[in-house]
């Protein structure tokens, strides 16, 4: 009997089973929401801005070096691009006896600065007017003699 009493038992309890679940408020699951819900791993696109390439060198006139603020004796043998209208100071050390600079050819003017005192040097403006390349020259003591003062001025557009 004891066997008999086993094998009701185990009958009834899948029967039991699916009656408790038919009593309850829940849906009955799916096929389909049973997968769990797939997540994303990437992610989301983003708005990426277009490159601009940026001109080299060669293509921009802007990008030359600009001239320095003040050409002194230091400057001797300096190539200096100026553009037209723009100018720049020339200061020699009025201890040395620096001659009068010259220019080599129209489109620069070298105009004189006067101070009421010493300022402890001689000052020209190199004014650039008009396109062309030439050379500022002047002369002063040097150790072993004199020495010359050479700048190349490049006036562009």
Same mark, same amino acid.
Do not use: H
């Given at each position: 009997?004891?066997?008999?009493?086993?094998?009701?038992?185990?009958?009834?309890?899948?029967?039991?089973?699916?009656?408790?679940?038919?009593?309850?408020?829940?849906?009955?699951?799916?096929?389909?929401?049973?997968?769990?819900t797939p997540v994303s791993t990437t992610p989301p696109p983003t708005a990426v801005p277009p490159t601009?390439?940026?001109?080299?060198?060669?293509?921009?006139?802007?990008?030359?070096?600009?001239?320095?603020?003040?050409? *002194?004796?230091?400057?001797?043998?300096?190539?200096?691009?100026?553009?037209?209208?723009?100018?720049?100071?020339?200061?020699?050390?009025?201890?040395?006896?620096?001659?009068?600079?010259?220019?080599?050819?129209?489109?620069?003017?070298?105009?004189?600065?006067?101070?009421?005192?010493?300022?402890?040097?001689?000052?020209?403006?190199?004014?650039?007017?008009?396109?062309?390349?030439?050379?500022?020259? *002047?002369?002063?003591?040097?150790?072993?003699?004199?020495?010359?003062?050479?700048?190349?001025?490049?006036?562009?557009?």
């Amino acid at each position: 009997m004891t066997q008999a009493r086993v094998l009701r038992a185990a009958a009834v309890t899948p029967v039991l089973g699916v009656a408790a679940a038919a009593c309850t408020n829940e849906p009955t699951p799916s096929s389909t929401s049973a997968l769990p819900t797939p997540v994303s791993t990437t992610p989301p696109p983003t708005a990426v801005p277009p490159t601009t390439l940026a001109p080299s060198p060669s293509d921009s006139p802007s990008s030359a070096t600009p001239p320095p603020t003040v050409l *002194t004796e230091a400057d001797s043998g300096l190539t200096v691009t100026l553009a037209v209208g723009a100018t720049v100071p020339l200061r020699l050390d009025s201890r040395l006896q620096w001659e009068t600079p010259t220019v080599d050819g129209p489109g620069v003017t070298l105009v004189p600065v006067a101070y009421k005192s010493d300022p402890g040097y001689r000052e020209w403006e190199i004014r650039a007017e008009r396109p062309g390349e030439v050379v500022v020259r *002047t002369t002063g003591p040097g150790p072993s003699g004199p020495r010359e003062l050479r700048i190349t001025v490049r006036v562009i557009g």
